[in-house]
């Protein structure tokens, strides 16, 4: 059996984890990836869960082949540096991630985009397996989707193609973290439902996503109003994704995929009804399987394919 570290950057955890050949996450940790607005900086905490994934590696005697590093932002995933951050996180632009760890773990490193890991883990071991031109559409913090187009994942010239969150939908919409205005996560991402249900309600408690689907389950009218409108937001995005792309497949992950019949039936049922009929006929929508770890998976697969 061979074995890989993956580690998965994202802006509120680093986690980190041993990875066989086959996927299987047999150990992982997790510590915090913003401590005090990123007073550590972000690069300092990713070498301490290198570091420790490594040396429990080393306990273990496993023979590690290799690390591969899923983060958030814009990767030139043959440099493997951090080639733009949409202003989310300081001094994290212009890393050489791919160097920094390989200096410091001596093991070879491949660096790839979130979101494009998520998509390469569904496909190796989850809920697109059986699928060759997919789409991997992820609701979080932000939107992010990994297209996959006959078998192979789509990169763009610089490898950072595939930013469905940032498709200004309204040219002179809300203002977005990256620059721009009217971009497609300002509306329809969880950090934006949150903000619209707090803000239709006049609600003065912070809420979250779990208080929106309990209230929803609850036949608050109010918030179905404005769930109504983000479900809209997304049957809208993944209608034009198909018509641009055609793929037999659309899986939906984030937090939202767990709300089967609160959220992912409606939204299939609105897509159905408004796309050009060709379009679904022979078309499958799913939701994600892995979850938490499909960041780490699909960034070990991800050193897998380039080694
Ligand atoms: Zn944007």
């Known amino acids: 059996m061979k074995y890989y570290l993956g580690i998965d950057i994202g802006g509120t955890a680093v986690k980190a984890g041993i990875i066989t050949e086959n996927g299987e996450v047999i150990e992982k940790r997790s510590l915090s990836a913003n401590i005090n607005n990123y007073q550590v900086p972000l690069l300092e905490r990713v070498k301490k869960a290198a570091l420790e994934i490594k040396t429990a590696a080393q306990k273990k005697e496993f023979e590690i082949q290799g690390i591969g590093v899923s983060a958030a932002g814009q990767i030139d995933s043959n440099k493997g540096m951090i080639i733009g951050d949409n202003g989310h996180i300081p001094d994290w632009k212009g890393t050489n991630l791919k160097r920094e760890i390989e200096e410091l773990t001596d093991l070879k490193t491949e660096v790839e985009n979130d979101a494009n890991c998520a998509a390469i883990a569904e496909k190796w071991i989850g809920n697109a397996r059986d699928y060759k031109d997919i789409i991997i559409y992820t609701i979080g913090t932000g939107i992010g989707a990994g297209i996959i187009i006959d078998n192979q994942i789509f990169n763009g010239s610089r490898g950072i193609g595939g930013e469905i969150g940032h498709m200004i939908i309204e040219h002179q919409g809300r203002k977005c973290s990256c620059g721009n205005r009217g971009c497609f996560e300002q509306y329809a991402s969880m950090t934006a439902l949150v903000r619209d249900v707090k803000k239709e309600l006049k609600l003065d408690q912070e809420i979250d996503g779990?208080?929106?689907?309990?209230?929803?389950?609850?036949?608050?009218?109010?918030?179905?109003?404005?769930?109504?409108?983000?479900?809209?937001?997304?049957?809208?995005?993944?209608?034009?994704?198909?018509?641009?792309?055609?793929?037999?497949?659309?899986?939906?992950?984030?937090?939202?995929?767990?709300?089967?019949?609160?959220?992912?039936?409606?939204?299939?049922?609105?897509?159905r009804a408004k796309a050009m009929p060709a379009y679904t006929e022979e078309f499958t929508l799913k939701t994600a399987a892995l979850s938490n770890d499909a960041g780490m998976i699909g960034a070990v697969k991800n050193f897998i394919e380039r080694h």
């Open 210 to 271: 779990k208080y929106i689907f309990e209230e929803l389950k609850a036949k608050n009218d109010e918030i179905k109003k404005v769930v109504d409108q983000f479900l809209n937001y997304h049957a809208t995005a993944i209608i034009s994704l198909l018509h641009i792309f055609n793929p037999e497949a659309v899986i939906i992950g984030g937090g939202v995929s767990a709300q089967k019949e609160l959220l992912i039936k409606p939204l299939e049922e609105i897509v």
